[in-house]
């Protein structure tokens, strides 16, 4: 071991631990394999100093010195349950910290020595079960701490903040598995509800973990008649129709979820309100005159195919027409601005093509309302033509003026607003696609 850690362990040196975090690791050992932690034991240190060796190195709780002494070393006289119950700022106790950092072995050995800390909650009202499965969902090693805390502590409180539990924290994220395991040891989880009036169900329903919907009815039919009562009464078939979510409102019915009577009026309302949310009112019509609006739209993608490919026999700056080996190559071929000409008048060019070509597929939909998909995709196609054209005026001339910058900078200012004009007809296309 590094003289100067433990003679910091001896003296309870704070400090100085914290500032040699990288020297606290398994390996620092004393003549008889002692450990950092193991000496911390031994010189009677304080919580406080214990618990920071803990947070910078929890596998030190598994090591073992030649003696195989682990923290019964630092365990005589029932100081090691009074650390393991120890609370930070934070009220979390050093399995609160195991379980955030995914360490099942540490959480092991925890809960064997003091199954009774499973059932302190910190200060945001987190219990370790609850804790285990919100930090780390849908884990291999989560799992294994379940099945230890479960094992091993036969009271436990299965509660988090807000009055929710573990199993509507597995709901939330349709765990599969983990649910049969907390009914098996606590059946009326089932049935109990959170600060909302929501039980396990609800939440099942409404993030679609239909999973866990599944193996909840299975363990108890009657749950689907369960209502939230701070949440306009509904019923977990309630929810599952807002959320417009077939899959669990299928689990439901396939289980024999009941109406209530008096609930009838809250799933007609539901079901409109899966109607408003799938099929708004807003849902864009075909005009009359879509045929000439993409007539339109035609004639302005062959004018840009027609100004671009002429656009490639005139180009800006001419051709060299010296005697030698550049004689009609184009003169400004290796400057950046007319590079960017180039591409963007290409892609000008293919973008009204593209929409021409496109309209001609669509010129013989006889289904009118068939004709908006392809109508909108060919108007998208030619504003971006536009775009583009607009770019390559910009770059061409800049080439052409790069002698005088201040000109070309105004050129560029100046066909810059027309992109101001652009922003309104792109936004409200890219909004009717999703009317469509």
């Given at each position: 071991?590094?003289?100067?850690?433990?003679?910091?362990?001896?003296?309870?040196?704070?400090?100085?631990?914290?500032?040699?975090?990288?020297?606290?690791?398994?390996?620092?050992?004393?003549?008889?394999?002692?450990?950092?932690?193991?000496?911390?034991?031994?010189?009677?240190?304080?919580?406080?100093?214990?618990?920071?060796?803990?947070?910078?190195?929890g596998?030190?709780?598994?090591e073992?010195?030649?003696?195989?002494?682990?923290?019964?070393?630092?365990?005589?006289?029932?100081?090691?349950?009074?650390?393991?119950?120890?609370?930070?700022?934070?009220?979390?106790?050093?399995?609160?910290?195991?379980?955030?950092?995914?360490?099942p072995?540490?959480?092991?050995?925890?809960?064997?020595?003091?199954?009774?800390?499973?059932?302190?909650?910190?200060?945001?009202?987190?219990?370790?079960?609850?804790?285990?499965?919100?930090?780390?969902?849908?884990?291999?090693?989560?799992?294994?701490?379940?099945?230890?805390?479960?094992?091993?502590?036969?009271?436990?409180?299965?509660?988090?903040?807000?009055?929710?539990?573990?199993?509507?924290?597995?709901?939330?994220?349709?765990?599969?598995?983990?649910?049969?395991?907390?009914?098996e040891?606590?059946?009326?989880?089932?049935?109990?509800?959170?600060?909302?009036?929501?039980?396990?169900?609800?939440?099942?329903?409404?993030?679609?973990?239909?999973?866990?919907?599944?193996?909840?009815?299975?363990?108890?039919?009657?749950?689907?008649?369960?209502?939230?009562?701070?949440?306009?009464?509904?019923?977990?078939?309630?929810?599952a129709?807002?959320?417009?979510?077939g899959?669990?409102?299928?689990?439901?019915?396939?289980?024999?979820?009941?109406?209530?009577?008096?609930?009838?009026?809250?799933?007609?309302?539901?079901l409109?309100?899966?109607m408003?949310?799938?099929?708004?009112?807003?849902?864009?019509?075909?005009?009359?005159?879509?045929?000439?609006?993409?007539?339109?739209?035609?004639?302005?993608?062959?004018?840009?195919?027609?100004?671009a490919?002429?656009?490639?026999?005139?180009?800006?700056?001419?051709?060299?027409?010296?005697?030698?080996?550049?004689?009609?190559?184009?003169t400004?071929?290796?400057?950046?601005?007319?590079?960017?000409?180039?591409?963007?008048?290409?892609?000008?060019?293919?973008?009204?093509?593209?929409?021409?070509?496109?309209?001609?597929?669509?010129?013989?939909?006889?289904?009118?309302?068939?004709?908006?998909?392809?109508?909108?995709?060919?108007?998208m196609?030619?504003?971006?033509?536009?775009?583009?054209?607009?770019?390559?005026?910009?770059?061409?001339?800049?080439?052409?003026?790069?002698?005088?910058?201040?000109?070309?900078?105004?050129?560029?200012?100046?066909?810059?607003?027309?992109?101001?004009?652009?922003?309104?007809?792109?936004?409200?296309?890219?909004?009717?696609?999703?009317?469509?």
């Open positions: 071991m590094d003289p100067s850690l433990y003679k910091a362990v001896q003296e309870g040196n704070l400090n100085a631990i914290r500032e040699k975090k990288e020297l606290t690791s398994t390996t620092q050992l004393t003549p008889n394999k002692n450990t950092l932690l193991h000496d911390a034991a031994q010189f009677n240190n304080s919580k406080e100093y214990v618990s920071e060796i803990l947070i910078t190195n596998s030190l709780l598994c073992v010195n030649s003696d195989d002494e682990d923290l019964e070393a630092g365990g005589r006289d029932g100081a090691l349950k009074n650390l393991l119950s120890w609370r930070n700022r934070n009220g979390d106790t050093a399995l609160h910290e195991a379980i955030r950092n995914n360490c072995s540490v959480v092991n050995l925890m809960i064997i020595e003091d199954p009774d800390i499973a059932n302190i909650a910190n200060n945001a009202m987190e219990t370790p079960l609850f804790l285990t499965v919100v930090s780390n969902p849908i884990d291999k090693n989560s799992s294994t701490c379940i099945d230890d805390i479960l094992r091993y502590c036969p009271s436990l409180d299965y509660h988090g903040p807000e009055g929710k539990t573990a199993l509507r924290a597995v709901a939330l994220y349709n765990w599969k598995g983990i649910s049969e395991k907390l009914l040891k606590h059946p009326t989880l089932m049935t109990e509800v959170d600060d909302f009036g929501r039980s396990a169900l609800h939440y099942a329903a409404l993030h679609r973990s239909n999973e866990v919907a599944e193996e909840l009815l299975m363990a108890n039919k009657s749950i689907a008649c369960v209502v939230a009562g701070k949440d306009k009464n509904k019923t977990a078939l309630h929810i129709t807002c959320e417009g979510n899959a669990v409102m299928k689990e439901l019915k396939a289980n024999g979820a009941k109406l209530v009577a008096s609930n009838a009026m809250i799933l007609e309302n539901s409109l309100l899966m408003k949310k799938h099929c708004p009112k807003n849902k864009r019509t075909v005009p009359t005159d879509i045929r000439k609006i993409g007539d339109t739209h035609m004639v302005v993608a062959a004018l840009i195919i027609t100004v490919f002429a656009t490639e026999f005139t180009i800006p700056g001419g051709y060299d027409g010296n005697d030698g080996p550049n004689k009609g190559l184009v400004l071929s290796r400057k950046a601005t007319f590079k960017a000409f180039i591409i963007t008048d290409t892609l000008a060019m293919a973008c009204s093509a593209s929409a021409v070509f496109l309209h001609f597929f669509a010129a013989a939909e006889i289904d009118k309302r068939k004709l908006m998909n392809p109508y909108l995709a060919t108007a196609l030619v504003m971006v033509a536009m775009g583009v054209m607009v770019i390559a005026f910009m770059t061409g001339l800049y080439a052409v003026l790069e002698h005088s910058r201040e000109l070309a900078i105004i050129e560029c200012v100046i066909c810059s607003f027309c992109f101001l004009v652009f922003y309104y007809p792109m936004k409200r296309a890219f909004r009717s696609v999703n009317y469509l």
